[in-house]
């Protein structure tokens, strides 16, 4: 077999020949035979001659080859209490059966149709069924307010909203149908209806143009797979965050099938019959790439997780869906390790559950710290694997490849390119970087299959926002360098870089050195405003359970070793003088720490609660400390 570099070479040096031969590892309806469509840049198509369908690739070829008995998606929710599975030829049927209700209620190839539910399984069944289709389907996070959910709805223009009752977030019953009934109303693009699945936790009460999921399923006939062009699209998910007209990052059919399909096996180690847990939600990419398409697309099985981290009920239940589905690659974000590591910073839950299939543990979503990193190595004694990609990217941009050959692990950094990445450093004047010294983080274009080829009907902001920087290059709005051997060092977004005294330093840096100390949970660092030296940096960290910080003099003490070990670690350039021991940082949904939230308040702006906030009251008690009243 061939090694890593051989590979990465021949995808970069031929990457026509490299992606057709990776595209035959699917059904088409028409056979591609031409790989990329480069007339107009930066609008670049791949397989533009090809067509399929994408629901068929992850479902009906694995039933026509005779492989409908294996278990394609398992359903667990220690927030309900159930579990349930399914059989490729039993999901096939229901998505099949699903799309016969999207049909019946007009949905044909090109509408679309949004999807806001949780975390059952009819949520990856109802983006299945508009696939078969031919349907592009955009997942709103379950739970999203009614604003947010309707300046969606107006972007995309669906026929049809799928929809729940309600959610279940922890140990809180979220009722869905009065947020999209609200969302529905200052909408100025009506859909012309809503399909509400009923769960016994709440049930809605349904009104003129809202139909019953279970009533209607069981009336449809099932539909047949609806080829459509590679280059149609297969969603369009909006990006966490946005103000005022969202970013619809548009995802291709043909390209996103085929990336799915290689990275499967040569990234992540999973083939058919074997397991993946990916524990993120369907609304975040991670979700549409690892828990949905890519797993099927490889004839894997699934898990489907209803629950948290931690406190449902307890930092075991990720041991005990590894047990349970003998998973071999389990796959979250470092924000869900350093949850079980302040809960359970000795990792006494493993003892309690058989986790010897577990091979890898792939980690991506925001910056690995290196004690994470660390914690979660000595514990497992496997394979800690970071990677690095974005919802724009579809999947990784680097990684360490653990199907084709497992690579020296460096703390810190996601390893390598993946293959068609063409990954440059380049200075504020566009010169390339030397290796180890800081910049912008770009690809050269064009990019690879699977990553987005526009923005919902917006070229010109896609070209804006994402091409102009750098001629002939993607700007990933993420700073950092690479090294001497190539691996890739993300230190954080540009934004996340501070100027202090004129000197350019990482927040993300800073933050390596606060979570190396053995108190600390995790921590984040920004870079405030400062008349003398432009911007300082405030460190800000949560303290692992069972740690005393009550105990006389502990916070100064405390305070005192964090800014020496900065000192030491980084220099007194870095001027941390101001940590703050706080009991929880505001997250997003998906994990990823609000620094610039959190800067804008310590700056003294009024900062609009971000829609995509997990959880409101820890900003409003960290806005006090954040503004030092």
Known sequence: MAGYEEIFRSSVED????????????DWHVTPGTALDDSNPPFYRWFPDGELNVAHNALDRHV?????????????????GSRRSYSYAELRDEVARFAGVLRDLGVTRGDRVVIYMPMVPEAAIAMLACARLGAVHSVVFGGFAAKELAVRIDDAGPKVVVSASCGIEGKRVIEYKPLLDKAIELADRKPDATVILQREQA?????????????????ATPAEPVPVRSTDPLYVL??????????????????????LAWSMPNIYDVGAGETIFTASDVGWVVGHSYIVYGPLLAGATTVLYEGKPVGTPDAGQFWRVVAENRVTSLFTAPTAFRAIKKEDPQGTFTTQHDISSLKYLFLAGERLDPETYRWASELLG????????????GWPIAANPAGIELLEIKPGSPTRPMPGWDIRVLGEKGAPAEPGADGAIV?????????FPTLWNDDERYVNSYMKAFDGYYLTGDGGHIDADGYIFVMGRTDDV???????????????????????????????ADTMKGQIPRGFVVLKSGVDAAAEGYEERLRAELVQLVRDQIGAVASLKDVAIVPALPK????????????????????????????????DTLRPILRRE
Not at 203 to 219: M, N, P, R
């Open 382 to 393: 496997i394979p800690v694997i970071d990677h690095w990609w974005q919802t724009e990217t």
């Open 238 to 259: 909006y990006t966490s965050g946005t103000t005022g007209k969202p970013k619809g990052v548009v995802r291709d059919s043909g390209g996103y099938a085929t990336a």
């Open 64 to 80: 026509d080859a005779g492989h409908g008995d294996r278990t394609a998606l398992v359903y667990d929710s220690p927030v309900t």
């Open 588 to 619: 997003t949904r998906s994990g990823k720490i609000l620094r610039k939230t959190m800067r804008g308040i310590a700056d003294g702006a009024d900062e609009a609660v971000p829609s995509t906030i997990d959880d409101a009251s820890v900003l």
């Open 15 to 26: 990457p026509a020949g490299f992606w057709l031969r990776a595209a035959e590892t699917l």
């Open 203 to 219: 049930t809605a009460e349904l009104g003129t143009i809202d139909v019953d999921w279970a009533e209607a399923a069981a009336k």
């Open 498 to 528: 501070i100027n202090v005294a004129g000197h350019r330093l990482s927040t993300g840096g800073m933050e390596e050195v606060l979570a190396s100390h053995a108190d600390v949970a995790e921590c984040a660092v920004i870079g405030v």
């Open 443 to 451: 690809a050269r274009l064009p990019l690879p299959p699977g990553a």
